[in-house]
């Protein structure tokens, strides 16, 4: 990369961490329990908004992995999740009433609270609907993984994000709050992603998924993106540019081998799909508070009214990790 390039990127860097820092006055804090972190803590970031039936799963789903700790950004919510995350001994709860696309879509609170408390952390940054998997993750816990990083002298973990569905109309199973997701939603695209090289940043871009051939059939190039870096050693020179897309500093984000070889990567569980994504699909259209004037609400807006089914005849049943590898969507690489 050219110098010029390098020191623009840099400049970039610079102006969203001082973006950042500015939005924390936009954050109230309800209970800040992260004087009880520890170094080898490994730790949980993420922005919600009305996610209160998903949270007893996401908290237990990472618990079990090791996850010590969640910082958590409530954007609003008015179905009791922010009351009922405050309660939980391992939560730091903020809130904040604030436009989210005026903060980059949630990234600037993101970047602030993982600069103020993720610095020599391992922090996963997520969606509540989404689900981490890795290689062995059915028996090995999160740490081990990112014990194997710091030996390998990695510092970003990549995972696509995997779009799963139910077989049947989208709201013909009603989600009992608290239940797991996978039960209902279990059904995926083995195929059908394209993926690109974003030559600015140097991460992978991947498309594709039932969301491109349902919704977007017609301009696929439009469609979601599916490339994430979640996981990450992070320093507070560190920032977020698009969502958990990519990073800066650009190193962070090879996280696949450009030699022909494969990195060792995990898989994001997207479970979008359950009989509430009408009603949050019309509640994120009015509010306009999503990427693009909410150009991605639009189009499921349009496609939902003809009460689509996702599954086809090309659908897998999500198993294991062990099958996700087999189909070439994660991979263990060299971690034995």
Not at 79 to 99: I, K
Not at 138 to 146: E, G, I, M, V
Not at 196 to 213: C, E, V
Not at 289 to 315: F, M
Request: hydrophobic residues 40%; contains cysteine; proline residues 5%.
């Amino acid at each position: 990369m050219k110098a010029w390039q390098t020191y623009r990127l840099r400049l970039q860097r610079k102006r969203w961490r001082l973006r950042a820092l500015r939005k924390r006055r936009e954050l109230g804090c309800v209970v800040d329990r992260t004087a009880r972190l520890r170094p080898a803590d490994i730790l949980v970031f993420t922005t919600l908004r009305n996610e209160a039936a998903r949270l007893p799963h996401f908290l237990a789903h990472y618990r079990e992995m090791g996850v010590a700790h969640f910082l958590v950004v409530d954007n609003g919510s008015d179905d009791g999740g922010a009351e009922l995350l405050a309660e939980q001994p391992d939560v730091s709860l903020w809130r904040s009433e604030a436009s989210y696309k005026r903060a980059r879509f949630g990234m600037d609170w993101m970047n602030w609270l993982l600069r103020r408390h993720g610095h020599g952390h391992w922090c996963l940054t997520v969606d509540p609907d989404e689900l981490l998997v890795y290689p062995f993750c059915d028996t090995r816990p999160l740490k081990a993984l990112t014990d194997w990083l710091d030996a390998s002298s990695i510092r970003s973990f990549g995972a696509m994000l995997l779009d799963l569905y139910p077989k049947g109309p989208i709201g013909a199973r009603p989600f009992a709050p608290g239940g797991d997701p996978l039960e209902i939603a279990c059904w995926f695209d083995p195929g059908n992603y394209s993926i690109s090289r974003n030559h600015r940043y140097g991460n992978l871009w991947i498309q594709g998924g039932p969301r491109a051939r349902m919704f977007f059939a017609d301009a696929p190039w439009r469609a979601p993106a599916l490339n994430k870096i979640p996981l990450v050693k992070w320093d507070r020179r560190y920032t977020y540019v698009s969502s958990t897309h990519m990073l800066l500093p650009r190193g962070l984000n090879f996280v696949y081998d450009e030699w022909g070889g494969e990195k060792t990567s995990g898989l994001l569980l997207h479970t979008k799909f359950l009989d509430s994504f009408s009603d949050k699909a019309r509640e994120e259209l009015q509010r306009r508070q999503h990427y693009a004037a909410s150009a991605e609400y639009k189009a499921y807006a349009a496609g939902l009214e003809a009460e689509p089914e996702l599954w086809c005849r090309w659908s897998e049943r999500y198993i294991n990790w062990r099958q996700l590898e087999m189909l070439g969507l994660m991979s263990r690489g060299n971690w034995a």
